[in-house]
């Protein structure tokens, strides 16, 4: 585990077998909690870095996801049930479908086909008395004077919370700032189907520099050098890719998704081309470009149709 503040201790959990693409967070206290369980294929690589930590079957009493995609909270059902002592905090959005995965697991499927069960796996349901369905400004006491607070930050997606250390002013923030991975460097929206939207995206990013956290930390992947400087980044970014799409949807009443997502790899999706190809993929296959488009196509279809009722 890498320490990234006092008491703060990231781990990677290891999606699909590759390094540095998602990562969850130990927070020590009387009562530890982690932070993101990864995939449900990354529960091994969990529970072992736990165990590594010192963190037996009966120490951690948190787990805590910021939102139910399975790159986050696919290992939610597994981890429960190996730390029986654990409570499982999840935004009151999507408390039900930790409940009853079946509708979460189905979408997936739709979506990732045969990749699902080979890089993200499933999620088991986790017993509703074991389930904490927070609202924002909840508290979540660690012992000592430590305590997280959930920030709700929907745009990414409606379920999504971001999770502030007050001890240390280290803000969690799943995806609701993007993705930048490290052997990269490209910080790149998160802007996925079904529930991306760009004002409820910028607010969120606009509350996140009102708490002027002293750390800012990606679930993909890790520490930002400047918080505010990545904040500001991240909100322009939005608003470039929303630009490009509704260029191409205003010149084609015929424009879809194919070409939505060709415009924006063209202006600025792409990482550098002198990356490895298994390094891009990793990129693709995490945050791809053609997912974002489908994201962005559906809030601005969606916004037409409000706009002309």
Do not use: C
Request: proline letters at 6%; aromatic letters at 4%.
């Amino acid at each position: 585990m890498l320490e990234i503040a006092p008491g703060v201790r990231q781990l990677d959990t290891l999606l699909g077998g590759m390094e540095h693409m998602t990562a969850g967070f130990l927070i020590d206290g009387a009562q530890p909690a982690l932070v993101e369980t990864g995939a449900q294929t990354s529960a091994p690589a969990v529970s072992d870095a736990l165990e590594a930590a010192g963190v037996g079957a009966a120490d951690l009493r948190w787990l805590i996801v910021t939102h139910i995609h399975l790159d986050h909270a696919g290992a939610v059902g597994d981890l429960a049930a190996a730390f029986p002592r654990a409570t499982v905090v999840v935004h009151e959005r999507g408390a039900r479908h930790l409940v009853d995965p079946a509708r979460l697991i189905d979408s997936a499927a739709r979506v990732y086909g045969p990749l699902l069960d080979g890089l993200y796996g499933r999620m088991l349901p986790v017993p509703e008395d074991r389930l904490l369905a927070a609202a924002d400004g909840h508290r979540v006491d660690l012992g000592g004077d430590r305590r997280l607070v959930m920030v709700d930050s929907p745009g990414h997606a409606k379920h999504h919370h971001a999770v502030l250390d007050e001890a240390t002013g280290t803000l969690l923030v799943g995806d609701a700032v993007g993705v930048q991975l490290p052997d990269i460097g490209v910080l790149r929206p998160a802007t996925p189907p079904p529930d991306f939207d760009l004002e409820q995206a910028v607010a969120s990013l606009r509350r996140f520099v009102e708490l002027r956290p002293e750390h800012l930390v990606l679930t993909h992947y890790g520490p930002v050098a400047d918080a505010q400087a990545t904040l500001a980044e991240a909100e322009e970014m939005l608003h470039r890719w929303v630009g490009v799409a509704e260029q191409v949807m205003a010149a084609s009443a015929e424009a879809g998704v194919d070409d939505v997502a060709a415009a924006l790899a063209d202006a600025f999706a792409q990482p550098p081309e002198a990356l490895p190809d298994t390094v891009r993929q990793k990129f693709e296959v995490l945050n791809g470009v053609h997912s974002n488009a489908a994201g962005i196509v559906r809030y601005l279809s969606r916004r037409q149709a409000v706009a002309a009722e």
